[in-house]
């Protein structure tokens, strides 16, 4: 039977209101992590440019992590980028940033990420508008925040892992150290217990403890390899005068060099969707500086018409100035053949 695809194109507009590098190149192999419990995970890290080790050859995985080197590396693990546009010049924490004769003097080396975690509702304060990013992570902490990532922010590739069901019952309350687990932490940690992605210790939590630097390893490459593109592969991600490789359907080659910026600013003609003989190919486009993306949130597949979901991002966070020029970009994903798509926006 010859299978029928129909387009339909529908824009949602939402209006907002809106580690340190530890001074040495990447390495998979550190001189201290042989035998250790985290090795393969930390390797693995490493080798995808996640994780660094010291100048010394090191990587001490039995170090504390602060709040902003964990921070780091969930949004450059799972490429979290900003969505808020009226975000991009807010300073969130008094302790991110120095003020000198009313302007900002000095940041946190780590200030970007932060800013992308807050605005995505990963991360929060530990007071009025502080973060303490140099205090040591706690495992009660990292637990919130891996939580939020999952089940709030839900990058694309966790979408599989959020929508799953998971065992009903409440398991917190099995640590034998369960009345020292903070009320605001203790949902999401029995959530992670139930569905087996935190575990104490001999029984315990250790909620207060600080999480060790081969503890995240471990628990980011098993997140990641929790991770799920559901058939999707990015074809292309670049400007609309660059070559699209030739695999892309030609008459969406052809539509990518037809546009123009006249035709962006009007919001017309965004979003392409053609069928090949096994697949499907889409094509997003957005006017914006060079530091602005597009990237894909999630599908939805709902009585046969699978629903792609795209987002406007930025790269824009202080303290980083994007050019004032304007750029029209061009992302191509090809994902299996089905009967209908449909193609959403969030601006």
């Given at each position: 039977?010859?299978?029928?695809?129909?387009?339909?194109?529908?824009?949602?507009?939402?209006?907002?209101?809106?580690?340190?590098?530890?001074?040495?190149?990447?390495?998979?192999?550190?001189?201290?992590?042989?035998?250790?419990?985290?090795?393969?995970?930390?390797?693995?890290?490493?080798?995808?440019?996640?994780?660094?080790?010291?100048?010394?050859?090191?990587?001490?995985?039995?170090?504390?992590?602060?709040?902003?080197?964990?921070?780091?590396l969930v949004v450059d693990a799972f490429d979290l980028k900003s969505n808020d546009a009226g975000a991009r010049d807010t300073y969130f924490y008094e302790d991110t940033y120095t003020m000198k004769n009313g302007l900002h003097e000095t940041y946190h080396w780590a200030l970007p990420e932060i800013s992308i975690?807050?605005?995505?509702?990963?991360?929060?304060?530990?007071?009025?508008?502080?973060?303490?990013?140099?205090?040591?992570?706690?495992?009660?902490?990292?637990?919130?925040?891996?939580?939020?990532?999952?089940?709030?922010?839900?990058?694309?590739?966790?979408?599989?892992?959020?929508?799953?069901?998971?065992?009903?019952?409440?398991?917190?309350?099995?640590?034998?150290?369960?009345?020292?687990?903070?009320?605001?932490?203790?949902?999401?940690?029995?959530?992670?217990?139930?569905?087996?992605?935190?575990?104490?210790?001999?029984?315990?939590?250790?909620?207060?403890?600080?999480?060790?630097?081969?503890?995240?390893?471990?628990?980011?490459?098993?997140?990641?390899?929790?991770?799920?593109?559901?058939?999707?592969?990015?074809?292309?991600?670049?400007?609309?005068?660059?070559?699209?490789?030739?695999?892309?359907?030609?008459?969406?080659?052809?539509?990518?060099?037809?546009?123009?910026?006249?035709?962006?600013?009007?919001?017309?003609?965004?979003?392409?969707?053609?069928?090949?003989?096994?697949?499907?190919?889409?094509?997003?486009?957005?006017?914006?500086?060079?530091?602005?993306?597009?990237?894909?949130?999630?599908?939805?597949?709902?009585?046969?018409?699978?629903?792609?979901?795209?987002?406007?991002?930025t790269n824009h966070v202080v303290p980083y100035v994007c050019p004032d020029s304007i750029e029209l970009h061009v992302k191509v994903i090809k994902l299996p053949l089905v009967d209908e798509v449909e193609v959403m926006i969030n601006k």
């Amino acid at each position: 039977m010859k299978q029928r695809l129909s387009i339909y194109l529908t824009m949602i507009l939402i209006v907002t209101a809106l580690t340190p590098s530890h001074a040495g190149a990447n390495n998979a192999t550190f001189s201290d992590i042989d035998g250790h419990w985290a090795e393969e995970d930390i390797e693995a890290l490493a080798e995808a440019g996640i994780v660094n080790g010291y100048v010394d050859g090191t990587f001490r995985p039995n170090n504390e992590i602060t709040r902003s080197e964990f921070v780091k590396l969930v949004v450059d693990a799972f490429d979290l980028k900003s969505n808020d546009a009226g975000a991009r010049d807010t300073y969130f924490y008094e302790d991110t940033y120095t003020m000198k004769n009313g302007l900002h003097e000095t940041y946190h080396w780590a200030l970007p990420e932060i800013s992308i975690a807050t605005i995505r509702g990963i991360i929060h304060g530990t007071g009025p508008n502080t973060f303490s990013p140099d205090a040591p992570l706690t495992r009660e902490q990292l637990a919130v925040i891996f939580d939020n990532l999952i089940y709030e922010a839900t990058p694309f590739s966790l979408q599989k892992l959020s929508e799953a069901g998971f065992p009903t019952g409440y398991e917190a309350h099995k640590y034998k150290d369960f009345a020292d687990i903070a009320e605001w932490s203790v949902h999401k940690v029995d959530r992670l217990t139930v569905i087996r992605f935190v575990q104490g210790y001999n029984g315990y939590f250790n909620p207060k403890q600080p999480a060790t630097r081969g503890e995240v390893a471990h628990l980011i490459n098993k997140l990641l390899g929790a991770a799920n593109n559901q058939g999707v592969t990015t074809v292309f991600s670049g400007y609309y005068y660059e070559t699209l490789p030739e695999e892309v359907p030609l008459e969406m080659r052809e539509w990518v060099e037809g546009l123009d910026y006249e035709s962006l600013e009007n919001n017309t003609n965004d979003s392409f969707a053609v069928p090949s003989e096994n697949s499907v190919y889409i094509a997003v486009s957005r006017l914006g500086s060079p530091c602005d993306d597009i990237q894909l949130k999630s599908l939805r597949d709902s009585y046969g018409t699978l629903t792609a979901l795209f987002e406007y991002t930025t790269n824009h966070v202080v303290p980083y100035v994007c050019p004032d020029s304007i750029e029209l970009h061009v992302k191509v994903i090809k994902l299996p053949l089905v009967d209908e798509v449909e193609v959403m926006i969030n601006k």
